[in-house]
T-cell receptor, first 116, second 113 residues
Framework: DAGVIQSPRHEVTEMGQEVTLRCKPI?????LFWYRQTMMRGLELLIYFNNNVPIDDSGMPEDRFSAKMPNASFSTLKIQPSEPRDSAVYFC??????????????FGPGTRLTVL | GEDVEQSLFLSVREGDSSVINCTYTDSSSTYLYWYKQEPGAGLQLLTYIFSNMDMKQDQRLTVLLNKKDKHLSLRIADTQTGDSAIYFCAESHGMDSSYKLIFGSGTRLLVRP
């Protein structure tokens, strides 16, 4: 398996623009997670899905952020409008389950977002 | 509350052992994890330990868990320059809709030649 795939790897945009980050989880994994990593706040869970359904979005910073999972092999995280404080590395991760060893999360390489 | 704490930085000489420490607060955590992050890359799972275990060994890695003190450590034997990275401790917390993987802030390991 190729592992979790994210695109783009780097994104530079101007304040106010819409940004869409993409993720392809590991095939067969039922859970998909979106994280944000910054120097100030470390690694934060934004939202996670189970079988394409959002389960907990309490980590989503504000209404400018939205995430979808239209099918088992694809998810997007959208920021509209983007702001400089959204600059961070955004990681997608997937896992088989939430209990036992199957809850091990496998991370993608991340998307480094810079909002000017 | 949920909190995982780690020291920020560790420097060792190549060939020595490294010990990275972590404390956590959730006594109900089922699994505890160590992840490694190299520059510009995502987090890579190194090892995990089930909460009813005291120790787990995997080649150069040894994980020790003191459940009473809520203390987890990762020992890397014969540390190599390729081990230089940020190491994150994480605990699983909650189930179903309350599930979270809580990460520490990471320990940056620098291996000197």
């Amino acid at each position: 398996d190729a592992g979790v795939i994210q695109s783009p790897r780097h994104e530079v945009t101007e304040m106010g623009q819409e940004v869409t980050l993409r993720c392809k989880p590991i095939s067969g994994h039922d859970y998909l997670f979106w994280y944000r990593q910054t120097m100030m706040r470390g690694l934060e869970l934004l939202i996670y899905f189970n079988n394409n359904v959002p389960i907990d979005d309490s980590g989503m910073p504000e209404d400018r952020f939205s995430a979808k999972m239209p099918n088992a092999s694809f998810s997007t995280l959208k920021i509209q409008p983007s702001e400089p404080r959204d600059s961070a590395v955004y990681f997608c991760a997937s896992s088989l389950g939430l209990a036992g060893a199957s809850d091990t999360q496998y991370f993608g390489p991340g998307t480094r977002l810079t909002v000017l | 509350g949920e909190d995982v704490e780690q020291s920020l930085f560790l420097s060792v000489r190549e060939g020595d052992s490294s010990v990275i420490n972590c404390t956590y607060t959730d006594s109900s955590s089922t699994y505890l994890y160590w992840y490694k992050q190299e520059p510009g890359a995502g987090l890579q799972l190194l090892t995990y330990i089930f909460s009813n275990m005291d120790m787990k060994q995997d080649q150069r890695l040894t994980v020790l868990l003191n459940k009473k003190d809520k203390h987890l450590s990762l020992r890397i034997a014969d540390t190599q320059t390729g081990d230089s990275a940020i190491y994150f401790c994480a605990e699983s917390h909650g189930m179903d809709s309350s599930y979270k993987l809580i990460f520490g802030s990471g320990t940056r390991l620098l291996v000197r030649p």
